[in-house]
T-cell receptor, first 117, second 114 residues
Framework: NAGVTQTPKFRILKIGQSMTLQCTQD?????MYWYRQDPGMGLKLIYY???????DKGEVPNGYNVSRSTTEDFPLRLELAAPSQTSVYFC????????????????FGPGTRLTVL | EDQVTQSPEALRLQEGESSSLNCSYT??????LFWYRQDPGKGPEFLFT???AGEEKEKERLKATLTKKESFLHITAPKPEDSATYLC???????????????FGKGTKLSVIP
């Protein structure tokens, strides 16, 4: 299993540009998540999904959109990039949200480092 | 609001010098406390989940413990390859908006010197 994969690894955007961060998991997990990690700060949840077609906002959703058309994929869309969105973005997945012991473990991808200039 | 505070922010140890990292938390009801390891430029790697006070888990040189207010990650005889940032996160028990979300601390950066 490849686990959770993310593309691209790095990206530089100009203010106002748009882009989609891709995330794919091959563990047949129901739940998927997008986090951002700013220097010296804890990870913050942007959006999460409990299954295909179902998404919900996390702590910091403004400026982002998501969709979940398949179990495997959970892309994150930035519509009008702003310098405040400069960060490292991590996608994660888990089998359950808060289920039996061990099945709620979130597994993370390698991240996408985004700079908005 | 759930809060997680990790201390110290950074820790330098000599190889073989045992120590502990602290994770203090405030949560309305704790469902689980998670420890992750993060290497530079990589995503967090799962280490442990603790669900109830008094619980302990071990993996190689690492041992995680949990009380009602904090968790410790004990590192016994560390090696240079244990150098990483260690993240703590809590998951609340109660349902509602944003239920079951993980709240992360800022991490402790551990450096083990040969």
């Amino acid at each position: 299993n490849a686990g959770v994969t993310q593309t691209p690894k790095f990206r530089i955007l100009k203010i106002g540009q748009s882009m989609t961060l891709q995330c794919t998991q091959d563990m047949n997990h129901n739940y998927m998540y997008w986090y951002r990690q700013d220097p010296g700060m804890g990870l913050k949840l942007i959006y999460y999904s409990v299954g295909a077609g179902i998404t919900d906002k996390g702590e910091v959703p403004n400026g982002y959109n998501v969709s979940r058309s398949t179990t495997e994929d959970f892309p994150l869309r930035l519509e009008l990039a702003a310098p405040s969105q400069t960060s490292v973005y991590f996608c994660a997945s888990s089998y359950e949200l808060a289920g039996a012991l061990g099945t709620d473990t979130q597994y993370f991808g390698p991240g996408t480092r985004l700079t908005v200039l | 609001e759930d809060q997680v505070t990790q201390s110290p922010e950074a820790l330098r140890l000599q190889e073989g010098e045992s120590s502990s990292l602290n994770c203090s938390y405030t949560v309305s009801g704790l469902r689980g406390l998670f420890w992750y390891r993060q290497d530079p430029g990589k995503g967090p790697e799962f280490l442990f989940t603790l669900y109830s006070a008094g619980e302990e888990k071990e993996k190689e040189r690492l041992k995680a413990t949990l009380t009602k207010k904090e968790s410790f990650l004990h590192i016994t005889a560390p090696k240079p390859e244990d150098s990483a940032t260690y993240l703590c996160a809590v998951q609340s028990l109660y349902s509602g908006a944003g239920s079951y979300q993980l709240t992360f601390g800022k991490g402790t950066k551990l450096s083990v010197i040969p």
